[in-house]
């Protein structure tokens, strides 16, 4: 008798949209075709922000804070406004 293959669970996915500017859409689509050029499959722009935010989480907090939180405070400061300011 045929046994059913076990898959495992995946993690259930939060959909999240965001905007780019284009000179940060072409870096993204550039890493996005050299990974799939690399890697021998199509490569999804998700999949590498979620491969980004892995390798950012496997370095460690004060990792993050020592090289991440200085270009996340300068792409605040690089003028770009998304949404609502608070009064």
Excluded at 29 to 39: F, G
Excluded at 47 to 66: D, P
């Amino acid at each position: 008798m045929a046994t059913r293959k076990i898959l495992p669970q995946k993690e259930a996915l939060f959909i999240r949209s965001h905007s780019l500017t284009f000179s940060t859409e072409a870096v993204l689509k550039r890493i996005r075709q050299d990974a799939t050029d690399v890697i021998g499959r199509t490569v999804s722009t998700s999949a590498v922000e979620r491969a980004l935010l892995r390798y950012a989480e496997q370095q460690g907090m004060t990792w993050v804070r020592t090289h991440l939180y200085p270009l996340i405070e300068q792409e605040m400061e690089s003028g770009i406004r998304w949404g609502k300011t608070k009064s």
